[in-house]
DNA sequence: AGATATTCCTGGAGGC
DNA sequence: TGCCTCCAGGAATATC
């Protein structure tokens, strides 16, 4: 499911075709994905030029020259399409550019969003207010003083996009992993040596996956307009009883937190 | 504050 | 082969 490296890579893919480019035309193939669309949508968007692209936490910006935004969710299954051969049952909304190529979001399972709103106000926007700092913009001791007094689950924690954004259940356990903590352990009980080590683990594991052009489990593809899926081995995540990737002689086990699966090595994760 | 449950949705996997 | 059930999860929301 896309995480932030892979709504990065589409990001850098979409501005390859959209940079610049006037829309022509807009299809909403369907009046709603997760929430509605706003109903001038079309009129906003056709004619406008797109001024720049971005990505904050997991979603993603388009910028016009009218000055709205139009910010896209992948949610679990979303990914964007570029010149698809043809319009498959699941592309919920087209945007054809001046110079004719067709970008399509396709999203089964709909819990992506698309929003437009007005870029000047974007901070403000409900949705980006609630977010904590960008995963890279934050320090050991940042991550400390937001996880002060938790007793929740550190897995939890950094799931809770309030106290970093950006991060998913993959991400999370790989680089718990990375940093030797055990996913159950106290948020506010890990110390700063810790956190030392767990932000460093946090910016190298996303920044290896971004690197790679953004990991894919079934649901992502870069946005190329090929199948050409990309598929990375994890250390933890699915990897249920399989052997440590460590010295440690263990066993990835899953636990469930929150109602999802958490992967760790319980020899080396303490 | 935290733990847990529910809702949205569909495709893929596994059982029979 | 086909039919059934279950499961995956990001975010919002509700309940205890």
Redesign the pocket.
Known sequence: ?P?LPEVETTVRGLERVLKGRRIARIEARRADL?RALPHDLGQRLTGATVTALGRR???GRIDTDRGDSLIF?L???GRWRIDPAEIE??DHFLIETDDGHVLALND????GSLDLVVTAGIDNW??FA?LGPEPFDIGPAELQRRLK?????IK?LL?D?RIIAGL???YVCEALFRARINPRR???SVSLRRLGRLVPSIHAVLAEAIAAGGSSL?DFASPDGELGYFSKSFDVYDREGQPCRGKCGGTVRRIV?????TFYCPKCQR
Do not use: D, V, W
């Open positions: 499911m995480e997760r936490a997991k979603y969710h949610g679990m299954s049952k699941h089964p399972r709909r819990f409900p949705a609630a007094g938790r007793k929740a689950a939890l799931l996009q998913g259940n993959i106290a948020g506010g079934r937190q929150g109602g999802r699966s």
